[in-house]
């Protein structure tokens, strides 16, 4: 028996749950409910302003959280990869530790933090302040998608910092460069592949997300994912939300598709990486 | 200067570990709180703790989740593996065909992949329930135990190989005993992934719910209710487990490593001992 067959029993796996799954939802998305034949009219709900506009406060919300991340994310991961590497081992871990908690636990822990009973307005209470309304606001939103996602911008930053050989800093430094240069001139440009994978791995589970709006922001803030997920669970096969559903997928994938275009894009070399 | 740079990077590694962890740590200590506001401190209590033991949905939810981790990881692995050993052998442009569908579940956002799943399955008429959550994890684990199996053959040399089977080994001797010796380490990093990957899920069980509930998709409907404090007692058991877990998993590798470097140090004594004589 030739070793290529052992791939058969994937490949039928593969045509009929990845490969079909996807065909089929293209077909929802340009075809009519009641009669099956070709339309637009899906695309053309989809891109109705209201759906717009939640569109754009996705991705202006997606924006704010992944800016937060880089500038925290990348200090913390040049902090790391400029220590000893026993500490360095140690701290990179803690880091990643809460990834390894459940989404919707570590999702709900800040529930009970932005509670207006919770923690936080007790301690500002303390100090005379509040109780201030914390949760359902997009401020909340924010907070929720930077905690889930501020390791996936710290670990691919660190781990490319890690592998510069620190000759050429000192290379640069033996050529009169003072710290601000070697940072703007050398580890910065050095460190970019990193940045943009960093950015795309917080970017797209932010735009993509529903959990974390419908737990933290309550129902007035509607993301992009609610969105298709209401159309799907809410509004059901039978008044069309199935096809509309559809076809807002097909916008969120065409997005996702893009941003991943354009880390290919800077990022040849670099696999991406790995959660482990 | 210096050092004060050093008490400023200090400070912000131990602010940002703070906002890191103190969810965690202000959900396991109210997971002891008698009453049942998060802000009263109502004296210490396992209350809840006794409470979540009871209720049955948690127990079945928590089931699910297992015994679906599990199965998936174990499926996803026989069958990720022999594939990557398939794909491997393949032509460059049959395989990159069949590399570029199987990262699309991995780049495609979760929600995408849950509702296309979901279309499948009505159209498939897979019962609801347990099936198509078991069937779902599966599909989306494979692909990682794929890309964790291909860097490792990529480095095996296909020489050992043919000299096993020049060596008068039949193909599938060879395979057991050259191969899979090489591969095992990434197998086993697909499969953690794996059963990890299927625990941690939500958007795609959530697609897939009816009828079986897994741990996540029961917190999330519980949490859509509002705070309970039942949630925090297991946030607490699970913060718990996964840290043991992994403190076992650095002792059994740092060990490793220790003995292998013991037998490095033997070998390199005997070597300079046979020199010497």
């Known amino acids: 028996m030739k070793r290529k067959y052992f791939a058969t029993p994937y490949l039928a796996w593969m045509i009929v749950l990845i490969v079909a799954p996807m065909i089929i939802i293209a077909y929802y998305a340009f075809t009519g409910q009641a009669d099956g034949a070709f339309t637009l009219d899906n695309i053309k709900a989809a891109l109705d302003p209201i759906y717009m506009s939640v569109l754009w406060r996705s991705i202006s919300l997606a924006v704010i959280s992944t800016v937060i991340c880089l500038v925290l994310g990348y200090p913390i991961a040049y902090i790391l990869s400029r220590m000893k590497p026993s500490t360095a081992a140690i701290l990179s871990m803690l880091f990643i530790l809460p990834m390894w908690m459940n989404f919707l636990l570590r999702t709900y822990a800040w529930m009970t933090l932005l509670d207006t009973n919770g923690l936080i307005n007790r301690l500002l209470g303390l100090v005379g302040i509040g109780p201030l309304r914390l949760m359902n606001t997009q401020g909340a939103v924010v907070v929720g998608m930077v905690y889930n996602y501020l390791p996936f911008m710290i670990l691919p930053i660190y781990n490319i910092l890690q592998k510069m050989p620190k000759a050429n800093i000192e290379a640069a430094q033996d050529l009169g460069a003072n710290s601000k240069q070697v940072f703007t001139r050398v580890v910065l440009p050095l460190s970019r592949p990193g940045v943009i994978s960093g950015i795309i791995m917080v970017f797209v589970p932010c735009i993509t997300t529903f959990a974390i709006s419908r737990l933290l922001g309550g129902s007035q803030f509607m993301l992009y994912g609610d969105l298709i997920e209401t159309q799907f669970l809410s509004v059901g096969q039978a008044y069309g939300g199935w096809n509309v559903g559809a076809a807002l997928s097909c916008i969120m994938m065409v997005l996702v598709f893009i941003c991943l275009g354009i880390t290919n894009h800077f990022d040849k070399d670099s696999s991406g990486g790995t959660l482990i | 200067m210096k050092r004060e740079h050093r008490f400023l990077k200090g400070l912000f590694i131990g602010i940002m570990l703070v906002f890191l962890y103190a969810p965690i740590i202000v959900m396991i200590v109210y997971s002891f709180n008698a009453s049942r506001t998060m802000g009263n401190w109502g004296g210490f209590s396992t209350e809840w703790y006794g409470a ?226």
Do not use: W
Not at chain 2, 89 to 118: A, E, F, H, Q, Y
Not at chain 2, 150 to 164: C, F, G, I, N, V
Not at chain 2, 240 to 255: D, E, G, T, Y
């Open chain 2, 52 to 277: 979540l033991f009871r209720d049955r949905d948690i127990l079945a939810a928590l089931e699910v989740t297992l015994s679906v981790a599990v199965i998936s990881s174990i499926v996803a692995t026989l069958l990720g593996t022999t594939a990557a050993i398939g794909i491997h052998s393949m032509k460059r442009r049959t395989r990159n065909v069949i590399l570029t569908t199987t990262n699309l579940p991995v780049v495609n956002p979760d929600l995408v992949t849950g509702i296309s799943l979901m279309f499948a399955f009505s159209i498939l008429m897979v019962p609801q329930g347990y099936t198509r959550l078991l069937l779902a994890h599966i599909t989306f684990n494979i692909p990682y135990v794929i890309l964790s199996v291909m860097p490792k053959l990529r480095q095996t040399s296909d020489s050992l190989y043919e000299a096993a089977l020049d060596l008068g080994a039949k193909p599938s001797y060879a395979l057991r005993k050259v191969v899979l010796p090489q591969i095992a380490p990434g197998i086993v990093s697909g499969m953690i992934l794996a059963f990890t990957l299927s625990v941690d899920d939500f958007v795609i069980s959530f697609f897939c719910q009816q009828g079986a509930q897994n741990l996540s998709t029961y917190i999330y409907s519980l949490a859509r209710r509002g705070i309970n404090p039942k949630i925090n007692a297991l946030s607490a058991i699970m913060f718990v487990v996964v840290l043991a877990l992994l403190l076992l998993v650095n002792v059994i590798s740092s060990q490793n490593t220790e003995e292998a470097k013991a037998k490095r140090r033997e070998k390199k004594r005997r070597r300079m001992a046979a020199a010497e004589a």
